[in-house]
């Protein structure tokens, strides 16, 4: 029996988190190290139109009626299904697992939906193009939380540096120079729902101090493309110096995520930030690859829970395996 799998990329924010939901222009990577990775294979002996699924990571293991809709689990597959509009689901078993930390600013939902859209659809004989399924992704997105840029699940299904608008089409970023960026995890989970909520109360309590920051925001990440698509991805240090001075004024970097920042730059990073929604999660330093080595060791001295070194880089379109 053929298995069906595909797997889907973690991604940090390299700049423009929280601003992006403003209309203002961010730049995401994937990362490799971290997947999440579906599999799905035909049930034989399954009643027609009984989906089993194993999510061992979250702990369930049972038919996907189980699972109650507005889950991001059931979301994504039945937004497959609905896009397919099939009569009835093939009998099939459904394996979910990922290596990606959850909600810790690396995108673990969207790589999740991402993975099991892609594998089902291609179980189904329905194979989607990238764009459908980032926009079913993005669907799933929303029963996370409420109103996203769609910049998630947008750097992970086309598995490319992205510069991103919300609500205009994808671009690619050109990469010439590769560049190594150290991620530093507080371990401290922080749900993107609540952080969003957070700063879009103060936006509406005081929004001529919001719009400044959103639009500095926005400077810097077209300035950071700029500077990377002209190969001078190091320059690009002292902008997410100023994107985290950015987001310290917007309330959503934390102690444990300024004392991370803080050790990263005393070790000789170029930059650093936090990465994603912030209270928590992940922070992001730039280095050159020599220093990668004393980065890591300050930042798990100074209490990161993990810490992943990327290369950032142009990478090829994500196809199932
Ligand atoms: O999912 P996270 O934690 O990487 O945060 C997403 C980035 C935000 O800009 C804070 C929200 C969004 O939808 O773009």
Redesign the pocket.
């Given at each position: 029996m053929p298995a069906f799998t595909a797997t889907a990329p973690g991604?940090i924010?390299l700049f423009g988190?929280?601003a992006?939901?403003y209309g203002r222009p961010?730049i995401a990577v994937p990362v490799d190290k971290v997947r999440a990775r579906a599999t799905i294979v035909a049930d034989p002996k399954g009643e027609p139109g009984s989906v089993k699924v194993q999510a061992p990571d979250v702990g369930f293991d049972g038919e996907l009626a189980a699972i109650p809709e507005d889950h991001p689990l059931a979301g994504a597959l039945l937004a497959v299904f609905e896009e397919i509009d099939l009569e009835r689901v093939p009998a099939c078993k459904v394996r979910i697992t990922s290596t990606i930390p959850i909600a810790a600013?690396?995108?673990s939902?969207a790589a999740v939906s991402v993975a099991l859209i892609r594998a089902m659809a291609a179980f189904l004989g329905f194979p989607l193009s990238s764009e459908r399924i980032s926009a079913l992704a993005y669907k799933v997105e929303k029963i996370h939380?409420g109103?996203?840029?769609?910049?998630?699940n947008t750097v992970v299904t086309f598995h490319k540096p992205v510069y991103f608008i919300r609500n205009k089409p994808v671009e690619i970023l050109r990469l010439p120079k590769p560049f190594t960026v150290v991620i530093g995890d507080t371990g401290i989970t922080?749900p993107?729902a609540a952080?969003?909520g957070d700063v879009r109360a103060n936006w509406q309590a005081d929004p001529g101090r919001y719009e400044i920051l959103f639009d500095a925001i926005g400077e810097i990440a077209q300035e950071a493309r700029r500077m990377i698509e002209s190969g001078q991805p190091d320059a690009i240090g002292p902008l997410m110096d100023d994107n985290q001075s950015c987001l310290s004024e917007m309330g959503v970097s934390s102690p444990e995520l300024d004392r991370l920042v803080e050790a990263a730059r005393g070790a000789g990073a170029l930059g650093a930030k936090l990465?994603?929604?912030?209270r928590g999660?992940n922070m992001i330093a730039l280095t050159s690859a020599q220093k990668a080595d004393d980065l890591e060791r300050s930042l798990y001295e100074q209490g990161a829970k993990m810490v992943i070194t990327t290369l950032v880089r142009e990478v090829g379109e994500f196809h199932n395996d």
């Amino acid at each position: 029996m053929p298995a069906f799998t595909a797997t889907a990329p973690g991604k940090i924010i390299l700049f423009g988190e929280h601003a992006v939901v403003y209309g203002r222009p961010a730049i995401a990577v994937p990362v490799d190290k971290v997947r999440a990775r579906a599999t799905i294979v035909a049930d034989p002996k399954g009643e027609p139109g009984s989906v089993k699924v194993q999510a061992p990571d979250v702990g369930f293991d049972g038919e996907l009626a189980a699972i109650p809709e507005d889950h991001p689990l059931a979301g994504a597959l039945l937004a497959v299904f609905e896009e397919i509009d099939l009569e009835r689901v093939p009998a099939c078993k459904v394996r979910i697992t990922s290596t990606i930390p959850i909600a810790a600013g690396l995108g673990s939902g969207a790589a999740v939906s991402v993975a099991l859209i892609r594998a089902m659809a291609a179980f189904l004989g329905f194979p989607l193009s990238s764009e459908r399924i980032s926009a079913l992704a993005y669907k799933v997105e929303k029963i996370h939380h409420g109103t996203p840029s769609g910049i998630d699940n947008t750097v992970v299904t086309f598995h490319k540096p992205v510069y991103f608008i919300r609500n205009k089409p994808v671009e690619i970023l050109r990469l010439p120079k590769p560049f190594t960026v150290v991620i530093g995890d507080t371990g401290i989970t922080s749900p993107t729902a609540a952080a969003v909520g957070d700063v879009r109360a103060n936006w509406q309590a005081d929004p001529g101090r919001y719009e400044i920051l959103f639009d500095a925001i926005g400077e810097i990440a077209q300035e950071a493309r700029r500077m990377i698509e002209s190969g001078q991805p190091d320059a690009i240090g002292p902008l997410m110096d100023d994107n985290q001075s950015c987001l310290s004024e917007m309330g959503v970097s934390s102690p444990e995520l300024d004392r991370l920042v803080e050790a990263a730059r005393g070790a000789g990073a170029l930059g650093a930030k936090l990465s994603g929604a912030g209270r928590g999660g992940n922070m992001i330093a730039l280095t050159s690859a020599q220093k990668a080595d004393d980065l890591e060791r300050s930042l798990y001295e100074q209490g990161a829970k993990m810490v992943i070194t990327t290369l950032v880089r142009e990478v090829g379109e994500f196809h199932n395996d």
